[in-house]
Nanobody
Framework: QVQLVESGGGLVQAGGSLRLSCAAS?????MAWFRQAPGKERELVAT????????SYADSVKGRFTISRDNAKNTMYLQMNSLKPEDTAVYTC??????????????WGQGIQVTVSS
């Protein structure tokens, strides 16, 4: 069992920045950030492989968000710049042991609130 603990959320004004962290208890093949805004379905925001060589981003955050990981600390980060009110959501860290694209995320954090005010 892999435990995931998020931190770094909070309230920020539009145009500001936040960095989310996700500390994992063990190595995983893929880590990702999801988010769910009020009244909307859960969205996959970004993913990163163990090596950091493979990354992906949702179109809505490309150019503004950067995903990274520090393997020595088993920690993943999401640097969020130029934040918009539309980015307001509960952000949840997730991980999976398989790198297969079809595999399900089998580890989940509890979620952390990010609120962007206008």
């Amino acid at each position: 069992q892999v435990q995931l603990v998020e931190s770094g959320g909070g309230l920020v004004q539009a145009g500001g920045s936040l960095r989310l962290s996700c500390a994992a208890s063990a190595r995983t093949a893929i880590m990702a950030w999801f988010r769910q805004a009020p009244g909307k379905e859960r969205e996959l925001v970004a993913t990163i492989s163990w090596s950091g060589g493979s990354k992906s981003y949702a179109d809505s955050v490309k150019g503004r968000f950067t995903i990274s990981r520090d393997n020595a600390k088993n920690t993943m980060y999401l640097q969020m710049n130029s934040l918009k009110p539309e980015d307001t959501a509960v952000y949840t860290c997730a991980a999976k042991s398989s790198s297969a694209s079809w595999s399900r995320y089998n580890y989940w954090g509890q979620g952390i609130q990010v609120t962007v005010s206008s």
